[in-house]
Nanobody, 124 residues
Framework: QVQLVESGGGMVQAGDSLRLSCAAS????????MAWFRQAPGKEREFVAA????????DYGDSVKGRFTISRDNAKNTVYLQMSSLEPADTALYYC?????????????????WGQGTQVTVSS
């Protein structure tokens, strides 16, 4: 079984930066395509970013393009989400997710394992 543990969330002001981390254990991390999603209260889960197993391919949700960067370090079994120019609309619980069958996709249903989430709150 794969376990995912997110960290790095917090309370920041608009315009600040924050880096989230997701540490994976229990299965060969380098075989997993990884993604970040987020969910704000009363809203559906939203795709943020995804990265292929080797890190060579990435994809981003429209609302974060140009501000967020996803990356991974397979030697550390960790995927990161660097967030810049944060806005109050970015306030949400951020989840890390792993896709066992392969392929980076914005569809949450395609991901097999999820972390518990880390809260990001951006004040104006």
């Amino acid at each position: 079984q794969v376990q995912l543990v997110e960290s790095g969330g917090g309370m920041v002001q608009a315009g600040d930066s924050l880096r989230l981390s997701c540490a994976a254990s229990g299965r060969s991390f380098s075989f997993l395509d990884m993604a970040w999603f987020r969910q704000a209260p009363g809203k559906e889960r939203e795709f943020v970013a995804a990265v292929s197993r080797g890190g060579e391919t990435t994809d981003y949700g429209d609302s974060v393009k140009g501000r967020f960067t996803i990356s991974r370090d397979n030697a550390k079994n960790t995927v990161y989400l660097q967030m810049s120019s944060l806005e109050p609309a970015d306030t949400a619980l951020y989840y890390c997710a792993a896709n066992f069958l392969g392929g980076i996709t914005p569809r949450a249903a395609e991901y097999d394992r999820w972390g518990q989430g880390t809260q990001v709150t951006v004040s104006s």
